[in-house]
């Protein structure tokens, strides 16, 4: 699962020659080992800019300012100046002659922003503008900063975008740290939607996010699924892993390390709704986190496809998962103020060979959220997805060489992304400070070219 050309790069008898090839040269990412800590930008150099009157630049620094940042609110003086994050609030821009302010702010300051730096712009909700022309100069905010995530992303930086509704400026806390922190060293390119729809908890804790919580990751037992348990358990929730029989032995071994309880379960057979509402009921009273993670690949051109392949794809991926959120909702045991988080794919977005059956039910999973999170939202839950692209897993470590080479490559990271990276925006969206962010699908793909 290590990635052959950042060894190559490294070392010193054939570093220079994949540079004479003019081979890729990913950076080594930043990532974090830890949870979550009170003032994660001290030391950080902060650029806060605003593009056409903006109206968040109180919020933001007042949430800069407790999170320990250096902001900086002006270009820099001299030439080498770097920063570490750059903010820029565009949520006044409304006509096509703002963009010059987009250029005039953000041009001289392009190349300042350094390795493993991190960009988020915030721009106005388009279905919110006051004029069809405002909704279309919103919505090209999404083409500027993906744009720009392709041109900062060899050197390990991020660019993502937060469309923020009106009244959803209080929203941004818990945002600001995750997309501008090491947890989102995979994450880029992306639109996301903060609102206020969804009733907001009333204390916001700033570390150990999760104490007090339950939760249930299936598929736990390894991969995804696994570094997702242990990431929740690190920011103090209780968790349950649950894994099928297959995967028993493994599932008690590593629930047994981070101190969670095992459950073996097939989500797919009929009585499991039923069992797992028998359990949550008895053991725990109820869950705040619950992370459908299992999933499964029966891959074959539809043609060739046999009906086991697509029926056992469509029973694990989708309909276990509705059956189990039916079950549990209705007998009371997702508590208040919940987070559902739904494990979709880059197949679900773009589509792929071979997998008709499985992008139907990841892309099915970008399609139910979006229905289930408004209708929950009343209560405080949240209902998101997330897609991963290619991650260094036992699934991408058995593809042939080349195959495996160019889903590596074929993004602004020019690398794979780790299980820790799609573990963080499982354990971000459910966090108790990510309540504006519901009905979303976010890739985990470093700026995946597919589906882009
Ligand atoms: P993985 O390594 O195959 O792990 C999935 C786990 O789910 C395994 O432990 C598996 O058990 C378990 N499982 C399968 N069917 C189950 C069932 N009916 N009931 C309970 N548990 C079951 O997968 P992963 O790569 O970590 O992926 C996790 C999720 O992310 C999946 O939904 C996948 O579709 C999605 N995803 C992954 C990638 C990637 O690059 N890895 C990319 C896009 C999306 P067994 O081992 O016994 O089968």
């Known amino acids: 699962m290590s990635d052959l050309l950042q060894n190559l790069n490294k070392n010193p008898l054939t570093g220079w020659l994949t540079k004479a090839l003019g081979l890729p040269n990913p950076v080594i990412l930043a990532r974090e080992s830890g949870p979550y800590r009170a003032q994660p930008f001290k030391g950080k150099r902060v650029l806060l800019l605003g593009a056409a009157s903006g109206n968040l630049e109180t919020v933001l620094r007042q949430i800069l300012e407790a999170a320990g940042a250096e902001i900086h609110d002006a270009e820099p003086q001299s030439g080498d100046e770097r920063f570490d994050i750059l903010i820029l609030d565009a949520t006044g821009l409304e006509t096509t002659a703002d963009y010059n302010s987009l250029y005039e702010r953000l041009h001289p300051v392009a190349r300042r922003i350094g390795t493993n730096g991190r960009v988020l712009l915030l721009a106005p909700v388009p279905s919110e503008a006051k004029s069809v022309e405002a909704a279309g100069v919103a919505r090209g905010l999404e083409g500027f900063s993906r744009s720009l995530g392709k041109e900062l992303g060899p050197r390990g930086t991020t660019v993502n975008l937060a469309y923020v509704a009106h009244d959803a400026g209080e929203r941004l806390d818990m945002v600001l740290r995750f997309f501008c922190g090491p947890q989102t060293a995979y994450v880029s390119g992306q639109a996301i939607t903060v609102t206020a ?24 037992a390894r991969g995804i699924g696994l570094a997702t348990a242990q990431r929740l358990r690190q920011e103090g929730a209780e968790v349950i892993c649950l894994d099928i029989t297959a995967a028993s032995e493994e599932l008690g071994r590593v629930a047994r ?43 074959k051109t539809l043609g060739k496809m046999p009906e086991h392949f697509w029926q056992q794809v469509m029973q694990v991926n989708l309909a276990a998962i509705i059956a189990a959120d039916a079950a549990l909702l209705e007998a009371q045991l997702i508590r208040d103020s919940g987070r559902l988080v739904y494990l979709s794919s880059m197949s679900g977005v773009a589509g792929n060979f071979g997998q008709t059956n499985y992008a139907t039910t990841k892309a099915a999973l970008i399609g139910y959220v979006a229905a289930l999170g408004p ?32 889903g590596r490559r074929l993004n602004s990271l020019k690398q794979g992304g780790q299980p820790r990276d799609v573990a963080e925006l499982i354990c971000f969206l459910a966090s108790p400070g990510a309540s504006g962010i519901n009905g979303n699908t976010i890739r985990v793909c470093g700026q995946g070219l597919i589906g882009a």
């Open 257 to 299: 390390e981070m101190g969670a309880t095992p459950l073996t379960l097939d989500i797919s057979a009929g009585d499991a709704p039923q069992k797992l509402v028998q359990l949550v009921r008895e053991q725990f009273g109820g869950l705040d986190i619950l992370v459908h993670n299992a999933g499964i690949t029966r891959d």
């Open 197 to 220: 729809q969804t009733r907001a908890p009333e204390v916001l804790p700033r570390e150990q996010l999760l104490a007090g919580k339950v939760a249930l990751v299936t598929g736990a």
């Open 375 to 406: 209708k929950l939202a009343e209560r405080g839950i949240c209902a998101n997805a997330v897609a991963p692209g290619f991650i260094e897993t036992a699934m991408t470590d058995a593809m042939p060489f080349f195959t495996r080479e160019a």
